[in-house]
Every structure is written in structure tokens, then in C-alpha cells.
């Protein structure tokens, strides 16, 4: 019997053609700024939570824009596992600040993929691909 996928939000926030993900502290992959679903919040209320808890930036979940979600197999959650994640774009002047479990933020493209897992990788083709990073 397969595994459930496990749902996760994430925020994409695009600047000067880069999209910004993190590393836990510790760890060097690159992952969207995001989460699992609390029980009872929407994918937007998650992202916008979680956005708050590891960078630091203060984003109403009404103001979010869904762009895509991905299913890709999950990082480190064993054979057969896959992750959900919707991922919406945001905006603010805010300056993203590591927190909490995360160790880093960066501003990644395409030619970061390499650091980034599955579902990762499918999001910078997806942004690529909308033109909207390099």
C-alpha cells in the first residue's frame, strides 16, 4: 500500500530573476521557504505561516497567488514517498532573515538545481519555464 503524500505550501519569492530558498541549519540542500499543513489551515494560511516562521516575513494569505503545485518524490521520507506542495508567489520589500530551524537564505536559479531536491528542481523548471527566473 503507498505512503500518503505528505502536503506542504511554500512560498516562491522572485527578485532581480532568483527565487529565494533556504538550508536547515546544518544541512546544505536548498528548500522553498515552507511546510506542512497545520490541521485545519489552508495551503496559503501554511505558506504564509511558515514564510513567517523561517524568514521572518509577515504575508497575508489573501494576497498570496497559487502558481502550481508539484509532485515530486520526497527528500530523506524513504522509497515511495512523495511531497505535495502547492507553491505560491509572493510579494514584499521585506528582507527575508534566516529563522527558527532554518541556517541560510539564498537566491537560487536554475544552475542551482544540483543542490536542490526533487521537488525543488521541479519548481525552478516551472519558474524558468514562466519566465520568470533565470
Do not use: N
Not at 527565487?19 to 546544518?26: D, P, S
Amino acid at each position: 500500500m503507498p505512503l500518503p503524500d505528505l502536503h506542504v505550501a511554500a512560498i516562491a519569492l522572485v527578485r532581480d530573476r532568483r527565487v529565494l530558498m533556504v538550508t536547515a541549519r546544518g544541512r546544505d540542500v536548498h528548500y522553498m521557504p515552507g511546510g506542512k499543513l497545520d490541521a485545519g489551515e489552508t495551503p496559503a494560511e501554511a505558506a504564509a505561516r511558515e514564510a513567517l516562521e523561517e524568514v521572518g516575513l509577515v504575508l497575508d494569505p489573501a494576497q498570496l497567488v497559487e502558481a502550481f503545485t508539484v509532485r515530486e518524490l520526497a527528500h530523506g521520507q524513504g522509497e515511495g514517498r512523495h511531497v505535495r506542495m502547492h507553491v505560491f508567489l509572493a510579494e514584499t520589500d521585506d528582507a527575508p532573515v534566516p529563522s527558527g530551524e532554518v541556517g541560510a537564505v539564498h537566491w537560487v536559479g536554475t544552475a542551482d538545481a544540483g543542490s536542490c531536491p526533487p521537488a525543488g528542481v521541479e519548481v525552478l523548471r516551472r519558474l524558468a519555464a514562466s519566465g520568470l527566473i533565470d
